[in-house]
């Protein structure tokens, strides 16, 4: 049984940065494709980023924290990162990290519906 456990959430203070861990279990890490979502209170799960299996590839970002959130990936530690520099009110969320099998194909993963695991969340509030 594949499981994502992400880590690193909690409480910070605007312009601070934080890095979120996402370890993975149970199944094959290299063979995923990884991606980081968020959810904010009262609004739809919006995709942030993914990365290619190969680690060698990324999506764009999300406009609102291109430049400051960065994507990686540990194949040897079977863990996904996202670094987070600078962070703002808006930024406050639960966030999550997928995983999706690539079969194949060239698409980028940028949709719920593309990624087969997922992890419970972590959340992430930032004060002003």
């Known amino acids: 049984q594949v499981r994502l456990v992400e880590s690193g959430g909690g409480l ?3 312009g601070d940065s934080m890095r979120l861990s996402c ?3 149970g199944g094959t890490f290299i063979r995923y494709d990884m991606g980081w979502f968020r959810q904010a209170p009262g609004k739809e799960r919006e995709f942030i980023v993914s990365m290619r299996w190969s680690g060698g590839r990324t999506t764009d970002y999300l406009p609102s924290v291109a430049g400051r959130f960065t994507i990686s990936r540990d194949n040897t530690k079977n863990t996904a990162y996202l670094q987070m ?3 703002n009110p808006d ?6 990290c997928a995983a999706g099998i690539r079969f ?6 940028t ?3 593309e990624f087969h ?11 002003s």
């Open 104 to 109: 194949g194909g060239d698409n980028d993963y």
């Open 85 to 87: 520099n600078n962070l």
């Open 23 to 25: 370890v993975v279990s």
């Open 117 to 127: 695991y997922w992890g419970q969340g972590t959340q992430v509030t930032v004060s």
């Open 91 to 96: 930024d406050t969320a639960v966030y999550y």
């Open 12 to 14: 910070v203070r605007t």
């Open 111 to 113: 949709k719920e519906t």
